[in-house]
């Protein structure tokens, strides 16, 4: 079993939603709680609704004192406090196979995360995760380096690696004319690459780290999730389907 934290996203493209087609579609059956509520749709976000810690916090534990996941992912976390509560489950619980999905922005540009919700994530959260997958984006303000190209993405990697996290995954699907992601481990350092699509997709970050979240809690190895990962999205790129006017949705 894999659980989500992370918002709810109307369409189905993104978030916990595509988080949960995701396990099904890996084999794996999907737990969910809802860090965060959205007014969005294909062309963006024009709203988001917090939920009270209290409230969130009795969602995790009264998950979490009867179903034990085999792997977690965290997305879309929007404030300090809720970081602070999941990285409490993760002692209280021991929890492991935690996969970071560090959002910082919609697609569309729109600021997810409060003020001093990424340093939390960064300091409090990292040290328990097994995976963190950000994009070039991501790993630019979570490093303070700018993240453009192949030396560039392991700079980052090494400086992220330092806060504790076992293995760091880079995604470049925003590089102007490729789409290459990084492995490091602390040992090795992977690219994969693909060709890169001329159209833009909703959710490729939430459905990539979903995927490794299901292969890990299948036994996988970070390594194998991550070429696992890497061709899941690209196939389901390959077959976007527009809901609506504006982008496309991962279709699998």
């Not at 965060?36 to 024009?46: D, E, F, M, R, Y």
Request: with cysteine; charged share 20%; proline share 4%.
């Amino acid at each position: 079993m894999a659980l989500t934290v992370a918002g709810s996203d109307p369409t189905g493209g993104a978030g916990l939603q595509a988080d949960l087609r995701t396990f099904k579609a890996m084999g794996v059956h999907g737990l969910s709680v809802p860090s965060v509520l959205t007014a969005q749709n294909t062309k963006g976000v024009s709203g988001i609704q917090e939920i009270p810690s209290e409230f969130f916090t009795e969602q995790l534990d009264t998950l979490l004192e009867d179903v034990r996941p085999d792997a977690l992912k965290t997305g879309m976390l929007y404030s300090p406090e809720i970081v602070s509560i999941i990285a409490e489950k993760m002692r209280v619980y021991s929890l492991r196979n935690l996969v970071i999905d560090p959002v910082t922005v919609s697609s569309t540009g729109v600021l997810l995360v409060q003020e001093g919700t990424l340093d939390a994530i960064k300091n409090v959260l990292f040290p328990y995760a097994r995976v963190i997958t950000p994009n070039i984006y991501e790993a630019s303000v979570l490093t303070g380096l700018r993240v453009e190209d192949e030396n560039g993405m392991k700079e980052a990697a090494l400086k992220l690696r330092d806060h504790g996290v076992e293995t760091v995954i880079i995604t470049g699907g925003h590089m102007e004319k490729k789409a290459l992601d990084l492995f490091f481990d602390g040992e090795d350092f992977l690219f994969l690459e693909n060709d890169k699509l001329e159209a833009e997709f909703h959710g490729t970050g939430c459905v990539f780290s979903s995927v490794i979240t299901a292969c890990l809690a299948l036994d996988c190895d970070p390594r194998e999730a991550f070429a696992k990962a890497k061709n899941f999205v690209w196939n389901a790129m390959k077959s976007g389907v527009s809901a609506g006017t504006g982008m496309k949705i991962l279709n699998f």
